[in-house]
């Protein structure tokens, strides 16, 4: 079974940047997708940002140009960058990864906070 573990949420000023780290616990080539999801409260889960293997990546229009995802498959890491947050970026964030059509994976996710 694959897991996929987040950290580096928190609570963060508006304006403010964070960096989002999940950590899988099998090698990145070979998940076909890997991304970022979020939850706000009373909200359904969104996608934020997704890069798969081969292919560029894409970003949710309410983060792009703030947010950057990087896959370190070499690692089995892989991050958010997440630049000029606002107060509608405060969410759960949780990890997905995926094969294809074959299975897909998810963190338990991290709490990103934005706030003055």
């Known amino acids: 079974q694959v897991q996929l573990v987040e950290s580096g949420g928190g609570l963060v000023q508006p304006g403010g940047s964070l960096r989002l780290s999940c950590t899988a616990s099998r090698s990145g080539f070979s998940f076909h997708a890997m991304g970022w999801y979020r939850q706000a409260t009373g909200t359904e889960r969104e996608m934020v940002a997704i890069r798969r293997r081969f292919g560029s990546a894409n970003y949710a229009d309410s983060v792009k140009g703030r947010f950057t995802i990087i896959r370190d498959n070499a690692n089995n890491m892989m991050y958010l960058e997440m630049n000029s947050l606002k107060p509608e970026d405060t969410a759960v964030y949780y990890c997905?990864?995926?094969?294809?059509?074959?299975?897909?994976?998810w963190g338990q996710g991290t709490q990103v906070t934005v706030s003055s």
């Open positions: 997905y990864a995926d094969e294809g059509t074959a299975s897909a994976f």
